[in-house]
């Protein structure tokens, strides 16, 4: 999908009907959404800087009781960002911006995260176990 | 076209304090929308301001960083931020990042006016 302001809600829109066959608990759901929404829009606006000719992709696979969603930006080449842990009380105080919670959100939704790199693509791959919670 | 799906009614309940209905999506877009709702929501003696989320369709990390900058001027003026309505799903995310202990939440709207009301 193109790097444009607001197609995360489309990306969490087509996850979620790619997977409702998965009879995924609504907790569970919530999650994935979530995780979806924070990682599309960190693809499209860190990585491919909202450039509309600079896709994001998204793919999920399932192997039985573990679900896959990556999330590619064309960011490859660029270096990491130092990612600050986002503390509420250094934010009240004025010591850290509102605004830095994508990442923070991500990790505590998924059950893995993964991070891949090549010399033009950035991915991430979002883990959820759904099979326990399926039987 | 634009980004803005949210609309915030204001509730002047009394002097003291003031409900702020969200219906939609908090996100970046949301901020001229929620900070001019909580001016509206300002008399001389407000104290409480509650936030409804009970028409909430959507929030993420920018809705979340937009509380945090509602909650600093809400502390500026010596004032307290109430919620109510969350799912449990944003209820959980209040904890995670742990904004439950500075906005505190209640599961209705009768609640959080009955505990503003007692202090």
Redesign the interface.
């Known amino acids: 999908m193109e790097s444009k302001?607001?197609n995360?809600?489309m990306a969490i829109q087509r996850v979620e009907d790619a997977i409702g066959n998965l009879s995924i608990p609504i907790?569970k759901l919530?999650?994935i959404k979530?995780a979806v929404?924070?990682a599309t829009?960190n693809a499209m606006e860190h990585g491919n800087r909202y450039q509309l000719d600079m896709p994001v992709e998204v793919s999920i696979y399932t192997s039985g009781a573990s679900l896959s969603i990556f999330v590619t930006d064309q960011s490859g080449d660029q270096p990491i960002p130092v990612h600050v842990e986002?503390d509420?009380e250094a934010?009240?105080a004025?010591q850290q911006?509102?605004?830095?919670?994508?990442l923070?959100?991500i990790e505590?939704m998924v059950d893995e995260l993964h991070v891949y790199r090549d010399k033009k693509h950035h991915t991430v791959e979002l883990v959820f176990r759904i099979g326990e919670e399926n039987q | 076209m634009t980004?803005e799906n949210v609309n915030i009614g204001v509730r002047k309940i009394n002097e003291y304090l003031s409900i702020l209905d969200i219906q939609g999506e908090v996100n970046s877009?949301a901020e001229s929308a929620l900070m001019n709702a909580y001016t509206q929501s300002l008399g001389n003696l407000t104290q409480y301001i509650l936030l409804n989320f009970e028409g909430l369709k959507?929030m993420?990390?920018?809705g979340?960083?937009?509380l945090?900058?509602l909650?600093?001027r809400v502390?500026r003026q010596k004032q307290k931020l109430f919620a109510f309505g969350l799912?449990?799903?944003y209820k959980q995310?209040f904890e995670?990042?742990?904004?439950n202990?500075?906005i505190i939440i209640f599961d209705n709207e009768s609640e959080a006016v009955a505990a503003a009301s007692q202090n």
């Open positions: 302001p607001g995360e809600l907790s919530d999650r979530t929404g924070e829009t986002p509420l934010k009240l004025g911006s509102p605004r830095g919670w994508g923070f959100l505590n | 980004l877009y959507y993420n990390s920018s979340i960083g937009l945090v900058t909650l600093i502390q799912s449990e799903h995310i995670l990042t742990r904004l202990e500075a």
